[in-house]
């Protein structure tokens, strides 16, 4: 399967993907973090290279809730990154995978398929992180972690916040996805049949 993974500069997806066989390039505006095969262009140049499946990273940095209140303030921002979702959810690619954290894609374009969260996938973490779905079915749960004792999940603060205070690397280390989170990606989507119609 060509599997194209795009906004992603970790290589933490595309690696899954690779594990399995498939023929999987991660693109970004940076360079990967990690050796593997990697576009560093726009990924709207290359959209149309013939994929069977894009699992693809749009940044929220002008999209997400939780910067809502400085939304007033980056309208011209905003538009531009929801025009980009949009080009990425209608990619002549059959099957699509969209993740973006809760944001406003939700109501100006349409509601995801789905929300996850690492501690479905063996990760004791909270990130509630959704998907929007093209011809994929919803990514199953592999390992759902119970809630720790102290009623709050590693990466939290006692008032439900992230602990990772700000820095320059705060939205890098943010934006990385999760490894288990990866693997059922490329475990469960890998293993669809492509219909070459």
Same mark, same amino acid.
């Given at each position: 399967?060509?599997?194209?993974? +795009?906004? !992603? /500069?970790?290589? %933490?997806?595309?690696? =899954?993907?690779? *594990?399995l066989?498939?023929?999987?390039?991660?693109?970004?505006?940076?360079?990967?973090?990690?050796?593997?095969?990697?576009?560093?262009?726009?990924?709207?140049?290359?959209?149309?290279?013939?994929?069977?499946?894009?699992?693809?990273?749009?940044?929220?940095?002008?999209?997400?809730?939780?910067?809502?209140?400085?939304?007033?303030?980056?309208?011209?921002?905003?538009?531009? +990154?929801? !025009? /980009?979702?949009? %080009?990425?959810l209608? =990619?002549?690619? *059959?099957?699509?995978?969209?993740?973006?954290?809760?944001?406003?894609?939700?109501?100006?374009?349409?509601?995801?398929?789905?929300?996850?969260?690492?501690?479905?996938?063996?990760?004791?973490?909270?990130?509630?992180?959704?998907?929007?779905?093209?011809?994929?079915?919803?990514?199953?749960?592999?390992?759902?972690?119970?809630?720790?004792?102290?009623?709050?999940?590693?990466?939290?603060?006692?008032?439900?916040?992230?602990?990772?205070?700000?820095?320059?690397?705060?939205?890098?280390?943010?934006?990385?996805?999760?490894?288990?989170?990866a693997?059922?990606?490329?475990?469960?989507?890998?293993?669809?049949?492509?219909?070459?119609?």
């Amino acid at each position: 399967m060509r599997v194209l993974v +795009a906004c !992603e /500069f970790s290589g %933490t997806v595309r690696d =899954a993907f690779l *594990k399995l066989g498939h023929d999987a390039v991660s693109c970004d505006l940076l360079p990967s973090e990690s050796k593997g095969p990697h576009l560093r262009c726009d990924v709207r140049d290359v959209l149309g290279d013939g994929w069977d499946l894009m699992v693809a990273h749009p940044p929220c940095t002008h999209l997400a809730v939780s910067g809502a209140r400085w939304f007033k303030d980056k309208q011209v921002e905003q538009r531009a +990154a929801l !025009e /980009f979702v949009s %080009t990425l959810l209608n =990619a002549p690619i *059959k099957m699509i995978a969209l993740e973006n954290p809760v944001s406003i894609i939700s109501s100006r374009i349409r509601k995801p398929e789905q929300i996850i969260q690492p501690w479905q996938y063996g990760h004791p973490q909270s990130k509630k992180t959704c998907l929007w779905l093209k011809g994929l079915p919803i990514l199953e749960a592999t390992k759902v972690l119970p809630l720790p004792p102290s009623g709050r999940w590693d990466n939290q603060t006692p008032s439900g916040q992230n602990k990772l205070g700000p820095s320059p690397n705060r939205w890098k280390l943010r934006s990385k996805t999760f490894q288990g989170i990866a693997s059922a990606m490329a475990n469960q989507w890998g293993t669809m049949e492509i219909d070459n119609e």
